[in-house]
């Protein structure tokens, strides 16, 4: 079976979000770490942790995959962003060991014209600090389309980083289809390629999870919007394509489009689970 899900607000907290996932036909969620335009994250509630725990098990669900918020930037040029990033990162990977055996994906970051390779060493020195030894989360480094000054806009870029972190069996990749795509990966017209290409630059097996969306812009336009599935150039085929390929099926997904509400995600569930069982 599919494991599909969408990102959900984390505004009513944990166990809520498990209700609205099964109720909209997920197994799985993203959900942000805390407000995505910074602030204090609100205390760590255990008893409400324990609860989506419990249902995360009862209903077989796959890996979650939380979102770190898009404010972080490890390899700021300025000290201050990067250790605001450092703080909340710490506090977030403590709390997710609450929900042990989950993800924590992240946007390695925006250089700020220091130079993509000096955007690597900041993102791994960082990683170095926060990571530890018998932690119970996977980190995961998201493709980037490659806008502005973005790092991990190619395969290569997310290696360089991976390839300088000590701990490195806790780091993954998350893959988002409209990414990519915008990164001139052609995903809609060579997949099996683009997946060899992933494999010999990283290794198939660093890939714990896809963002799957459609993109409003054309091929390598590294321009980075979302569109609806179906409503972008990347099209239900070629998304079709993603969620039913034997190296990618067994992984979860998790959609990012743009809705009026989480009803427009239940649609989006139905129609590519429908597509990966093949009727
Ligand atoms: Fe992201
Ligand atoms: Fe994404
Ligand atoms: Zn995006």
Redesign the pocket.
């Known amino acids: 079976m599919l494991h599909i899900g969408c990102h959900l607000s984390s505004s009513d907290g944990y166990a809520a979000m498990g209700e609205e996932a099964l109720r909209i036909g997920a197994d799985t969620f993203a959900f942000f770490t805390r407000n995505p335009r910074g602030g204090n994250a609100k205390p760590m509630d255990e008893e409400d942790a324990a609860v989506l725990r419990e249902m995360l098990k009862r209903e077989c669900f796959a890996p979650l995959v939380a979102h770190a918020p898009y404010t972080y930037n490890l390899c700021s040029d300025k000290e201050r962003n990067r250790e605001f990033a450092m703080e909340s990162m710490t506090e977030d990977l403590a709390r997710l060991e609450h929900l042990p055996g989950n993800y924590y994906n992240f946007h390695p970051g925006n250089h700020m014209k220091q130079g993509a390779e000096a955007g690597i060493a900041m993102v791994a020195d960082a990683l170095n600090e926060l990571l530890w030894e018998d932690m119970h989360t996977t980190v995961l480094l998201?493709t980037m389309a490659g806008k502005g000054t973005e790092v991990g806009r190619s395969f290569e870029e997310l290696r360089a980083i991976i390839d300088r972190v000590r701990l490195s069996d806790k780091v993954g990749v998350?893959l988002?289809t409209?990414?990519v795509y915008d990164a001139g990966y052609d995903i809609a017209g060579r997949l099996d390629e683009v997946l060899g290409e992933f494999d010999r630059v990283l290794g198939i097996g660093r890939l714990k999870a896809i963002?799957i969306?459609d993109t409003k812009n054309p091929f390598a336009s590294h321009k980075d919007r979302h569109a609806q599935i179906g409503k972008g150039f990347l099209g239900i085929e070629a998304l079709g394509a993603v969620v039913q390929h034997p190296l990618l099926r067994e992984l979860p997904f998790i959609l990012?489009t743009p809705q009026p509400d989480n009803d427009g995600y239940a649609e989006e569930i139905r129609m590519l689970r429908e597509i990966a069982s093949g009727r």
């Open positions: 998201e998350c988002d409209c990414h963002h969306n990012e």
